[in-house]
């Protein structure tokens, strides 16, 4: 499978606990985002990374979320002390660049906290 | 802030019909992008429209943009129960950005 990959689908945690998720993206591809989407709402930008370097953030991602993309491939997403508010589905996306906006998304990572 | 609106939020339609859903946004762009998402996954891209084009077809969807109103349409004909999806548009929300920003979407029913 080519495609963007994202772990774990599902996570339940409780109030407090930091979690983190992985994303790895369609190979090659140097544009990768985060975004975060509760229930009726889209897709809310949360950070973007052009290869290794995170270049925008948005407001929503508070001191308590923390994004790396080490050797710009994989990347990952950390929540630390966790609050029932970050119950969501995080979704990751890749894209070529060069020109291309077209944005791949991974299946994403429902997040349930307690 | 959300940089598209799509209009409307909920639509139900029998299977044969066609559908149209549409989408505002606030500044400028030089593309727009449509896409689909099924229920709980990912967001699947259907079509990309730049600035400079007025309609563009891909199968069974019709997009035309309206720059001068600042306003898209998907129309899906012949609409099939697999059709059944939120549909999103995205574009850049300005600044010499080029992230996607997604609108709230339009969910549709088809209904066999």
Redesign the interface.
């Known amino acids: 499978d080519t495609g963007v990959s994202q772990n774990p689908r599902h996570k339940i945690t409780k109030r407090g606990q930091n979690v983190t998720f992985r994303c790895d993206p369609i190979s090659e591809h140097n544009r990768l985002y985060w975004y975060r989407q509760t229930l009726g709402q889209g897709p809310e930008f949360l950070t973007y990374f052009q290869n290794e370097a995170q270049l925008e953030k948005s407001r929503l991602l508070s001191d308590r979320f923390s994004a790396e993309r080490p050797k710009g491939s994989f990347s990952t997403l950390e929540i630390q002390r966790t609050e029932q508010g970050d119950s969501a589905m995080y979704l990751c996306a890749s894209s070529p660049g060069r020109g291309s906006t077209e944005a791949f998304f991974g299946q994403g990572t429902r997040l349930t906290v307690v | 802030s959300?940089q598209g609106e799509e209009d409307p939020q909920a639509l139900s339609i029998q299977e044969g019909e066609n559908a149209t859903m549409n989408c505002s946004y606030k500044t400028s762009i030089n593309?727009l992008?449509w896409?689909r998402q099924n229920s709980?996954?990912?967001?699947?891209?259907l079509i990309?429209i730049r600035s400079n084009e007025r309609e563009k077809h891909s199968g069974r969807l019709r997009v035309t943009l309206d720059t001068s109103k600042k306003s898209s349409s998907l129309l899906i004909t012949a609409s099939r129960a697999a059709d059944t999806a939120s549909y999103?548009c995205?574009t850049?929300?300005g600044g010499g950005?080029?992230?996607?920003?997604?609108?709230?979407?339009t969910s549709l029913i088809v209904h066999p």
């Open positions: 959300q593309n992008q896409y709980g996954r990912g967001l699947v891209h990309l999103f995205a850049p929300p950005s080029y992230i996607p920003t997604f609108g709230r979407g």
